[in-house]
């Protein structure tokens, strides 16, 4: 599904207690130079009652391979791009095709086991409840502790765990918006291609187009692509 290899090494690591107990899973990148690999932390406060029978290969399609340490490591190691490139971000862009990613569980073999095929689905559910907190916090139409209501009362979440997420969206508007924003133009590219193309369509052209020039704003990515599939008809 993929024809590109990086070469940027990849770790996972427990969020430093520190700051863990406001910390979501995230993904830090490495350097091209290779001197620091792209690690994945997850935050841990009790590994007693850590969960990860549900939702670890959705996380990791999104966070590592083939999303954002696959796509990030691309990006920053083309030495055809301009500095600036090899290092800008979209959140439309870099996020949306994380979210892509996750999408791709089944046709990558995974989701076989029915509780991380849920913990997919609860994933879904968590980005269509942050839809509605992000516009809403951010047009006054719902305050923090609003926000931390809604999220405990419509999935399967703490209020500490809900707390730490409604505050990474209060620092930073229309995030979740973007994941989504994102992965609807993704998805809806493939598809364009796929029914233009017919037999001459394979998916790893696709996503090896996609990711050959790095993170773009998503109208240019749009005409990037539909040249690509003019060249391939």
Not at 49 to 55: A, D, E, I, L, M
Not at 180 to 192: Q, V
């Given at each position: ?5 990086r ?6 690591r427990?969020?430093e207690?520190f700051?863990?107990?406001s910390a979501?899973a995230e993904?830090y990148p490495?350097?091209a130079?290779g001197t620091?690999p792209?690690i994945?932390y997850?935050?841990?406060l009790?590994?007693t ?7 670890m290969?959705s996380?990791?399609?999104h966070?590592?391979?083939?999303g ?9 190691e083309?030495a055809?791009l301009?500095k600036f490139?090899?290092f800008?971000?979209?959140?439309a ?7 892509y990613?996750?999408?791709?569980g ?8 029915p ?12 980005r269509?409840?942050?839809l ?5 916090m951010h047009?006054?139409?719902m305050?923090?502790?609003q926000?931390?209501q ?5 999935e399967?979440?703490s209020t500490?765990?809900?707390t730490?997420e ?6 930073y508007?229309?995030?979740?918006l973007?994941y ?13 291609y796929a029914s233009?193309?017919?037999e ?6 696709f996503h090896?187009e996609l990711?050959?020039d790095g993170?773009?704003?998503l109208d240019?990515?749009?005409?990037k692509?539909?040249n ?6």
């Open positions: 599904m993929f024809g590109r290899v070469k940027t090494k990849f770790e996972i427990q969020t207690a700051r863990a107990a979501s993904y490495g350097l130079n620091r792209g994945f997850i935050p841990i009790d590994a009652k850590f969960n990860t029978t549900s939702g290969e996380l990791f399609l966070e590592a391979i083939p954002h340490h696959y796509q990030g490591s691309l990006q920053a083309n055809a301009p490139r090899q800008i971000w979209y959140g862009y870099g996020e949306g095709y994380a979210l990613c996750e999408s791709l089944k046709e990558l073999g995974l989701y076989t086991d509780y991380q095929h849920m913990g997919a689905l609860g994933d879904e559910i968590h269509a409840i942050r509605v907190i992000d516009v809403a047009t006054g139409k305050s923090r502790e926000a931390i809604y999220m405990t009362a419509n399967a979440i500490e765990g809900a730490a409604i505050e990474r969206y209060m620092a508007p229309g995030q979740a973007s989504k924003t994102g992965a609807l133009k993704i998805s809806a590219l493939r598809a364009k233009q193309l017919g001459k369509f394979k998916l790893a052209n090896d990711l050959k993170c773009l704003p240019l990515l749009e005409k692509m539909d690509w599939s003019k060249q391939q008809q």
